[in-house]
């Protein structure tokens, strides 16, 4: 089977830091793709880890470690408009085309 | 580049009518396009893969009969509700893969039965 797991709701502070973590169990596992979502708007790519390390990309980071089937998600400098969900979603190959999974969401609220 | 779009972006039928959903690739050929439903303050739920010239395969607990994918084209996926009921009403988004891993997601329908 196939589990992702993220915490459900998260706070943090303007221009703070938070981390976002995300827990996967899969076969066929191809990579890991971290989206932000705004309410009533589809998701927005922000990062995809194929190998073990960090991805760092401005504000935002995101680890993964294969191992342990772990990734994080690492957003800085909060800003208010970073209010949004953050969604991990794993790849498996499957039946010759690959699949997204994705993770349940993690609802970030971000405080003045 | 690599835009997507739907339509309608937004619907509202009766119950027990069909609903058609458009999903369109609009600067690159979609080899792959994903159908996806999400009920409120949850996830992304994948409902059905298809393949240009090819049936959909559809995730276990949904309904082939009553969720109808056509890929009729590298630009075009359908969607139709068919027989919809109010608890059909839901968010609806598609998103379209090239020969890669990225996918690119259109902006959503939102679907209302009454």
């Known amino acids: 089977g196939q589990n992702i797991d993220q915490p459900t709701e998260m706070t943090a502070t303007e221009g703070a830091i938070v981390q976002i973590n995300c827990t996967y169990q899969?076969?066929?596992?191809?990579?890991l793709f971290w989206y932000q979502q705004h309410a009533g708007e589809a998701p927005t790519f922000l990062s995809y880890?194929?190998?073990?390390g960090l991805e760092e990309k401005g504000r935002f980071s995101s680890f993964l470690s294969r191992s342990k089937g772990y990734s994080y998600l690492l957003l800085k400098e909060l800003q208010m408009k970073d209010s949004a969900s953050y969604l991990c979603?794993?790849?498996?190959?499957?039946?010759?085309?690959?699949?997204?999974?994705f993770g349940t969401g993690t609802r970030l609220k971000v405080l003045a | 580049g690599a835009v997507v779009s739907q339509h309608p972006s937004r619907v509202i039928c009766k119950s027990g009518t069909s609903v058609k959903i458009e999903c369109r690739s609009l600067?690159?050929?979609?080899?792959?396009m994903f159908w996806y439903r999400q009920f409120p303050k949850q996830s992304l739920m994948l409902m059905a893969t298809?393949?240009?010239?090819?049936?959909?395969?559809?995730e276990q607990g949904v309904e082939k009969d009553k969720f109808l994918i056509n890929h009729a084209s590298l630009t075009l996926s359908t969607l139709t509700v068919t027989s919809a009921h109010p608890e059909d009403s839901s968010f609806y988004i598609c998103?379209?893969?090239?020969?890669?891993?990225?996918?690119?997601f259109g902006p959503g329908t939102r679907l209302t039965v009454t």
């Open positions: 979603a794993v790849t498996r190959a499957t039946s010759g085309t690959y699949k997204y999974i």
């Open positions: 298809s393949n240009e010239g090819s049936k959909a395969t559809y």
């Open positions: 600067d690159f050929q979609a080899t792959t």
């Open positions: 998103s379209a893969r090239e020969d890669n891993y990225e996918q690119y």
């Open positions: 899969t076969s066929g596992f191809n990579g």
């Open positions: 880890n194929v190998l073990d």
